[in-house]
């Protein structure tokens, strides 16, 4: 009988791939960090989409095009009331990487100049820190660094000392990051660097498919995230900005469906959100995002996060049994989302995932594109397990299993 | 037993040969696995027209290590000429395990610097 965790859910049979099996065994999936499974009612809105309402949207007279437009615009107003936020500002990108460069282009090339700095943390992923380095080298701007701690969490003093310094126009940075799992205090920094007179921005990539998320609280003036992290498809991703912002800012990319009106030598643009939205927008993929956050919302985020808590309780707890096994980021499961990142003594990460996978297990290892963050740590890389909503104590036991088995082929 | 992790290759990832600097040397190359940040250094002595030795340094995952390390003993006394044409398949063979389409880079990671220190063509073998 597989011990079942407390609080934890037991959804497994919604996501259609655990029917099947790899290599005559049982799909255990603990790499949701990277992206989620799909529940069956997510494949089933995109197809039914594709199959029976499919047309461009904006500016279609007849009915199929009108029935694709109220699909979109429903998918909006969803995945906005999601998090808290309003249809008109929510703009649906290709994914977070997209939301960030937008900002680093739109607001970014208009507002920051020589003897500005941007700040981010040593945290980042390369999504919220490669838009960043190239936006100060091409302005002469200064990207600096909060530091992360030895518990893998950052300082509200240090931010403080940063912003007093006067400079910082910009902060970015994860809501939890990917590598450490630690969860960042979202409103405390917000409130601190809106005091100071800059911006934030928010990568709340692998916050939203986790926990409740109300951007009305967290305060920020930018948050993006993914589609496809948060049970929803690929190639749909989310940025929310502050109305007065993006009022202001020019567009990021140009062409059709973002113009008011285009004339041989000058145009005007469209009103919010279609101004950010180039081009003909992922329609059936932001209708399977509408599909996901219905699901998640059915399930409740509070017991989502109940349920990735006590999981990632009994995934430290029993990782701890591995010898030579080091976890990295907070060790308490209250400040961390449900992702553990560590490295076994006398077995490389891609070793370990490949011993792994031995036993029918997905993990990542490698840098988690997070490069200056594994120097910060010391470590070339290191494997991450992480968990969705989908699995259950026989996922980490069988991880665990498979771990105890790679020493042994070691001989550890 | 295991088919990638054979007896051979884990004698080599924890006992490699021919790992450390070498100073003087002649030419040097250091190459990085994007997919995971490991690195691979090598350096290389030169004596009329041939390898006469050669360290690896760096870290990375059993097959880059043990592929360096078999790879050390069969470049030393190599002309020097010859190293710089070794391709991909000679690599893979002397390994003498079967290696996936992602790990092919582990296994290929010394060759790459090998190669850009003697040819200064730092492509993955081909």
């Not at chain 1, 008109?88 to 020589?114: C, D, H, M, P």
């Not at chain 1, 036993?359 to 840098?367: D, E, Q, S, Y």
Request: glycine share 10%.
């Amino acid at each position: 009988m597989p011990q079942v965790v407390e609080g934890s859910l037991a959804v497994k049979a919604d996501f259609p791939i655990f029917a099947r099996q790899i290599g005559g065994r049982r799909l255990v999936y603990l790499d949701s960090g990277a992206t989620s499974q799909k529940p069956q009612s997510v494949i089933d809105a995109q197809a039914e989409h594709l199959r029976s309402h499919n047309a461009n949207v904006h500016r279609g007279v007849y009915a199929l095009a009108q029935e694709a437009d109220a699909a979109y615009d429903q998918a909006r107003r969803k995945v906005a009331s999601f998090v808290g936020g309003q249809p008109q500002t929510t703009i649906f990108t290709k994914n977070v990487t997209e939301a960030i460069n937008l900002v680093a282009y739109s607001w970014g090339r208009a507002n920051v100049g020589a003897g500005d700095a941007v700040l981010i943390t040593q945290m980042e992923h390369h999504a919220n820190l490669v838009p960043w380095q190239m936006l100060c080298r091409e302005r002469s701007a200064e990207l600096r660094y909060l530091e992360v701690d030895e518990r893998g969490e950052l300082s509200l003093e240090a931010l403080d000392r940063e912003l007093a310094r006067g400079d910082v126009k910009l902060v970015a940075f994860a809501h939890v990051s990917n590598v450490l799992g630690t969860i960042n205090p979202v409103a405390e920094m917000t409130a601190r660097i809106r005091a100071a007179g800059a911006l934030s921005l928010v990568d709340g990539a692998q916050a939203v498919p986790q926990m409740s998320v109300d951007l009305q609280a967290l305060g920020a003036d930018f948050y993006g995230w993914t589609g496809h992290k948060a049970l929803g498809p690929t190639g749909v991703g989310v940025l929310h900005g502050r109305e007065e912002l993006l009022e202001q800012m020019e567009p990021f990319l140009t062409g059709g469906d973002m113009i008011a009106s285009v004339d041989f030598q000058s145009v005007s643009w469209n009103e919010l959100p279609y101004k950010f939205e180039a081009g003909t927008p992922p329609i059936a993929e932001a209708v399977g995002l509408g599909a996901a956050v219905d699901y998640l919302t059915a399930l409740g985020m509070e017991r989502v996060r109940a349920h990735e808590r006590s999981l990632t309780t009994y995934m430290l707890a029993r990782l701890a049994e591995v010898p030579g096994l080091r976890v990295v980021g907070p060790p308490e499961p209250d400040r961390r989302g449900g992702l553990a990142s560590f490295t076994i003594e006398g077995i490389h990460p891609h070793d370990v995932a490949e011993l792994a996978d031995r036993g029918g297990v997905c993990i990542r290892a490698g840098h988690h594109c997070a490069q200056p963050l594994m120097r910060c740590l010391g470590v070339g890389a290191t494997a991450r397990a992480s968990v969705g909503v989908y699995n259950d104590a026989a996922d980490i036991d069988a991880l665990v299993e498979a771990l105890l088995a790679g020493r042994e082929i070691f001989e550890l | 037993m295991d088919d990638l992790y054979r007896d051979y290759i884990l004698e080599h990832y924890k006992r490699p040969r021919n790992f450390g600097e070498l100073a003087p040397h002649d030419l040097e190359a250091l190459e990085h696995n994007p997919l995971c940040g490991d690195e691979l250094g090598v350096h290389i002595r030169v004596k009329d027209g041939r390898i006469e030795d050669l360290r690896f340094h760096g870290h990375g995952c059993a097959i880059s290590q043990a592929s360096a390390s078999i790879a050390s003993e069969e470049l030393k006394g190599m002309d020097l000429e010859r190293a710089g044409e070794l391709d991909a398949d000679w690599m893979i063979e002397l390994l003498g395990i079967p290696v996936s389409a992602t790990r092919r880079k582990c296994a290929l990671l010394n060759l790459k610097a090998v190669r850009g220190a003697v040819t200064g063509d730092n492509a993955w073998p081909s």
